[in-house]
């Protein structure tokens, strides 16, 4: 099955600075790729998405880019603000109506002000 | 549009309880996903349905967990009898039939004394 990994677990900047998450992944036929983040008592919520046809995406401060035949995505975080706090996951599915995603373990983002 | 709906937010029980946890997921939607999440194992998939059928209970961690879904507007998910080490929080998501984007439900709190 599918495996994602996911770097830093943890990630400190200063308020300003960008932040780069790296994830990579095990199965080619993975072909989508979201971004999750999740504040402190909530629940996990989309900021992003990739699929596998389009090699970057931007929305406002964040980017998601992936290299597909390296197999591994990155989000992009730039001018961090202290709101930008929280633990991010990436995920990897396969494009199939059933398909399931996998999720990487997490990074904990603490933008200090 | 509500969202995924989650019941109960928070639930303490005492150890060889039965619990319950129920999830409405959106209307419309016809995939379903339960995870749970802790600090020590993050966020794992337990089950999801397709169109009411399970598809994948490869993350189903013992007999003491089943779940169902016997229409597309209800799942429960149900732990008997419930321990300690399944205090977490529960997750159920939901997707759309062409779409890939998960939308996660509020979660419950399962404290097992």
């Known amino acids: 099955g599918e495996n994602v990994e996911q770097h830093p677990s943890t990630l400190s900047v200063q308020e300003g600075d960008s932040a780069v998450i790296k994830c990579t992944y095990s199965d080619s036929a993975s072909n989508y790729f979201p971004w999750y983040k999740q504040e402190l008592g909530k629940r996990p919520q989309l900021i992003i998405d990739?699929?596998?046809?389009?090699g970057e995406k931007k929305d406002q401060r964040i980017a998601v880019t992936l290299n597909k035949t390296a197999k591994h995505f990155s989000l992009h975080i730039t001018e961090t603000q202290p709101e930008d706090s929280a633990v991010y996951f990436c995920?990897?599915?396969?494009?199939?109506?059933?398909?399931?995603?996998?999720f990487g373990d997490g990074t904990t983002l603490t933008v200090k002000p | 549009d509500a969202g995924v709906i989650q019941s109960p937010r928070h639930e303490v029980t005492e150890m060889g309880q039965e619990v319950t946890l129920r999830c409405k997921p959106i209307s419309g939607h016809n995939s379903l996903f339960w995870y749970r999440q802790t600090m020590m194992r993050g966020l794992e998939l337990l089950i999801y349905?397709?169109?009411?059928?399970?598809?994948?209970d490869s993350g189903m961690p013992e007999d003491r967990f089943s779940a169902k879904m016997p229409n597309a507007s209800f799942s429960t998910l149900k732990i008997q009898p419930s321990e300690p080490r399944d205090s977490a929080v529960y997750f159920c998501?939901?997707?759309?039939?062409?779409?890939?984007?998960?939308?996660f439900g509020p979660g419950t709190r399962l404290l097992v004394l």
């Open positions: 990739i699929r596998s046809n389009v």
């Open positions: 995920a990897a599915a396969y494009n199939t109506n059933a398909g399931k995603s996998t």
């Open positions: 349905f397709n169109n009411n059928v399970p598809i994948d």
């Open positions: 998501a939901s997707r759309t039939p062409m779409g890939k984007t998960q939308y």
